[in-house]
């Protein structure tokens, strides 16, 4: 059974940063595609960023420059560092792995809130 626990969500000022973490059980880690999402209330669930096997990445153009997502291996676990937070990054975001063959995962989500 492949699992994913998201954890770092905070309230944070404008302008402020975050780390979040997606930690993985019961698949092949090294050979998923991960992804984050973030879905703000009333709002379609969006694309963040994504990172496969081999440590490509893609990012929406909403969080380029801003955002980083990353991977360790060794402790299953997939990161999106978030700086330079705007308003509009309000969500929850939604880690997502996708295994070699096909097979979508999702994580319950952790709360984002930028306000001042």
């Known amino acids: 059974q492949v699992q994913l626990v998201e954890s770092g969500g905070d309230l944070v000022q404008p302008g402020g940063s975050l780390r979040l973490s997606c930690a993985v059980s019961g698949s092949i880690f090294s050979r998923d595609t991960l992804a984050w999402h973030r879905q703000a209330p009333g709002k379609e669930r969006d694309f963040v960023a994504l990172i496969t096997g081999g440590e490509s990445t893609n990012y929406a153009d909403s969080v380029k420059g801003r955002f980083t997502i990353s991977r360790d291996n060794a402790k299953n676990t997939v990161y999106l560092q978030m700086n330079s937070l705007k308003p509009e990054d309000t969500a929850v975001y939604y880690c997502?792995?996708?295994?070699?063959?096909?097979?979508?995962?999702w994580g319950q989500g952790t709360q984002v809130t930028v306000s001042s």
């Open positions: 997502e792995t996708r295994t070699v063959y096909g097979h979508s995962y």
